[in-house]
T-cell receptor
Framework: DQQVKQNSPSLSVQEGRISILNCDYT??????FLWYKKYPAEGPTFLIS?????DKNEDGRFTVFLNKSAKHLSLHIVPSQPGDSAVYFC????????????FGDGTTLTVKP | NAGVTQTPKFQVLKTGQSMTLQCAQD?????MYWYRQDPGMGLRLIYY???????DKGEVPNGYNVSRLNKREFSLRLESAAPSQTSVYFC????????????FGPGTRLTVL
């Protein structure tokens, strides 16, 4: 059973608009969440993270929201830019897991000029 | 400062052949990881090393072995390659701690015929 799910394989938005990428998890032991961005033929790069003691974390155009009761988090990108076109992975980690992360399957974001 | 490097970038093997994927990091990180990514899927952890001298199985360890040669290097060995091991392999490293993000290498694209 997949513990981290990204139910939208793809998302297309217009440049300048908001992109919202969603992620759901099932394991209540997860208490730290990360988003990674991946361009083709490259490794993932860290984007933003959030601890379960917070419900929001912001870094420039990127904001991650966490709803613990719903076991749901979302990544907002405002405004979206063509260079944001990439695959976005949600990852979750439990305090007992020695740094290991469980990844979702990713959402491919396309930002159209 | 190269970050995480992986060799080779591409490899084609025949069923039953063996090979070792090499990974090195120059960030003095304690923890290192090997993931595989299959098309349309997220990253699945094969093995990890929380610190020099220790290794542990991840989610999909069957058919693989690892060696944490020193603090910098973490290799992944396929003793008898199978077509099911066709995938893109990513090595990553991080500092210890739940809040530490992982730094990924560029990946090795492996095809087993």
């Amino acid at each position: 059973d997949q513990q981290v799910k990204q139910n939208s394989p793809s998302l297309s938005v217009q440049e300048g608009r908001i992109s919202i990428l969603n992620c759901d998890y099932t394991n209540s032991m997860f208490d730290y969440f990360l988003w990674y961005k991946k361009y083709p033929a490259e490794g993932p790069t860290f984007l933003i993270s959030i601890s379960s003691i917070k419900d929001k974390n912001e870094d420039g155009r990127f904001t991650v929201f966490l709803n613990k009761s719903a076991k749901h988090l979302s990544l907002h990108i405002v405004p979206s830019q063509p260079g944001d076109s990439a695959v976005y992975f949600c990852a979750a980690r439990a305090n007992t897991n020695a740094g290991k992360s469980t990844f979702g399957d990713g959402t491919t974001l396309t930002v159209k000029p | 400062n190269a970050g995480v490097t992986q060799t080779p970038k591409f490899q084609v093997l025949k069923t039953g052949q063996s090979m070792t994927l090499q990974c090195a990091q120059d960030m003095n990180h304690n923890s290192m990881y090997w993931y595989r990514q299959d098309p349309g899927m997220g990253l699945r952890l094969i093995y990890y090393s929380a610190s020099e001298g220790t290794t542990d199985k991840g989610e999909v360890p069957n058919g693989y072995n690892v060696s944490r040669l020193n603090k910098r290097e973490f290799s992944l060995r396929l003793e008898s390659a199978a077509p099911s091991q066709t995938s893109v392999y990513f090595c990553a490293s991080s500092e210890r701690g739940r809040a530490m993000s992982q730094f990924f290498g560029p990946g090795t694209r492996l095809t087993v015929l």
